[in-house]
């Protein structure tokens, strides 16, 4: 079951994942997740500051998050769970707007979806974990690092996707 709950929210994810190189794309993405969410740029940063009081996270740069899916990548026993669920915390601000930028997110994302090869890369990367059966978190870390880099994750775009998904492979665990 908790299979099953990761695989449908990872696959989900893939549409909206990645596009490292159109900086413009993810500030647009963002931009309706701002437009309708007042607040959620600082939302993330008291969670990333929440991460670091937690020793998850060292600061809030892309290096940072780099080391974190690269801590993942190697430690088996996945143990980077914060005391507050992001998913949860995020999915209260949600509520009213969800629909709102869903639908702002997928205009954008049919309309420049030919012009990115990232979103390709890490949607055919985390399609072949769930069609092979070895989703984990050391494997869901070792395709986010082989599709991006430290620079992408300074964007608030890869920030959030990221959180969201550690928040899943949590909820999984338990």
Known sequence: MKKLF???LIYGLLTIYSFGQNESIESKLMDCVYE???GFKEFINNYEQLLISE???TDKN????KILLERIRFDKQFDYCASKSYMDENLKLVESNGDLIRTCQSQLLNESKEQNLKINEMRNA?????ISGNLNPSNI???ILSVLSE?????YYYRDK???LLSIICKSKK
């Open 126 to 130: 985390l399609n072949n974990l769930v």
């Open 6 to 8: 990761l695989t449908n």
């Open 36 to 38: 309708n969410r007042p």
């Open 141 to 143: 870390a070792n395709e």
């Open 55 to 57: 020793n998850i996270l």
């Open 162 to 164: 990221l959180l969201f």
């Open 151 to 155: 620079k992408e994750f300074e964007h």
């Open 62 to 65: 892309g290096m940072s998050y």
